[in-house]
């Protein structure tokens, strides 16, 4: 008769903090870089996106912010995902590649206001939602997916 046997070997508890450690890590610099990202938003929109958003409840302005953190998020995943196993410098790359996701978004959103006819900004603060916000939305979310595909 077989019996089934489970071995649990060593147990080391050294790669569990290092991950811990690490994971923290990496949350604070892509909490930076998100809250640049929605500094940089609020400063290229009109009002302020904070009460707009969560306050107001502006549809517009809530597709634009989830737009953006979802472009950032993209950026920031790829980043880590691609990062040196050291952790210092896995850590600078996802900052710089952070930064320069927020600066072209940014640079994004001000073509697109000039290209476009009619401004976008005019409909952030509107209660309906208008159809600009998707086409916002998808932009971002483009120059995000492109900027990680260009990190692999």
Excluded: K, W
């Excluded at 009109?46 to 998020?73: K, T």
């Excluded at 920031?76 to 927020?102: C, D, H, P, R």
Aim: hydrophobic fraction near 60%; charged fraction near 10%.
């Amino acid at each position: 008769m077989n019996q089934a046997r489970v071995e649990f070997g060593t147990l080391t508890i050294d790669p569990l903090i290092r991950g811990a450690v690490a994971s923290v890590l990496y949350f604070l610099v892509a909490f930076a870089v998100l809250l640049v990202g929605f500094v940089m938003v609020n400063l290229l929109t009109p009002g302020n996106l904070r009460q707009l958003v969560f306050v107001d409840r502006r549809p517009n302005a809530v597709v634009l912010a989830c737009a953006m953190y979802a472009a950032l998020a993209i950026v920031i995943i790829s980043a880590i995902f691609t990062s040196s196993s050291q952790l210092g410098e896995g850590l600078l790359g996802v900052a710089v590649y952070g930064f320069v996701g927020v600066a072209l978004q940014g640079t994004a959103l001000v073509i697109l206001e000039i290209a476009v006819p009619g401004r976008f900004r005019d409909h952030i603060e509107a209660r309906q939602l208008h159809p600009a916000a998707f086409a916002t939305a998808v932009m971002l979310l483009s120059v995000g997916g492109v900027i990680a595909a260009a990190l692999s």
